[in-house]
């Protein structure tokens, strides 16, 4: 059974927003959900959409190998257009926050030692060790909070608000996931896939926010075919081409 807040949802009626960490999260995590949903108001709010001028670290050149795009600014500008079209044909409505992906965040420094070693102009210098360990750097306060207030501002137009439970601990997806807690209203999390396929949900956010998971397993070839609208993503997610069935888990207190 669905969270109450969803069942309220799929009858129709309500105005559903969702947060995504980047362009392709929130149809990865929820397109079985979403396309269901109808005579519903849904906003796909992006918050990481784009990037920074080189030099780039190396995790970021590793990252842009992998997307077969040699150049960030054309690969987000690709990245944006995919989400407009794949968040168009779940007749909902996309907008990207314009904040800068955390393989691309810079930190200030003089610029000469950027220009010698990228990594130490940069708030994440290295994929494994500092993106993908769930640590927050200090620096991201300024913008968590900046996140936190222009989410405040759009509570009074949502009925419910969906939010990433952080799967895989990237800081970008903590971030976001942060945010659910100082939402007024309503809130369901969702599992992020596909790092859900190989983590664990984070055991002690799920208690202090008093969560239980539900299971949602439909149109899963619905999924596929909008996931795959992702071109430049889903070869770099899916490197063996298939892209893997499995049912959306939601969370709710
Ligand atoms: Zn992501």
Known sequence: MLPAALEEARRGGARVLVLSPHLDDAVLSCAGLLSGLTDTTISV??????CSPGPHTRAARSFLRQCAHPDAATLFAARRAEDLDVV????????????????????????????????LAHRYPTYRFDIARGRVSRGDRALRRALADDLASRAPDVDLLLAPLGVGRHVDHLITRDLGPTWPGRVV??????????HAPDAAFVRRE?????????????????????????????????????????WSA
Do not use: N
Request: hydrophobic letters at 35%; proline letters at 9%; aromatic letters at 10%.
């Open 45 to 50: 709010l992006t918050l990481f959409t784009d």
């Open 189 to 198: 999390y969702y599992s992020d896939f596909p790092y859900s396929l190989t």
């Open 88 to 119: 168009a044909r779940l007749d909902a409505r996309a907008e990207h926050a314009g904040h800068t992906d955390a393989l691309f965040r810079r930190r200030a420094v003089p610029e000469a030692v950027g220009r010698v070693l990228p990594e």
């Open 210 to 250: 008093g969560l239980r998971p539900h299971q949602l397993d439909e149109r899963p070839g619905v999924k596929e075919s909008l996931v795959r609208g992702y071109r430049t993503q889903v070869d770099a997610l899916f490197p063996g081409g298939d892209v893997p069935r499995a049912p959306e888990t939601y």
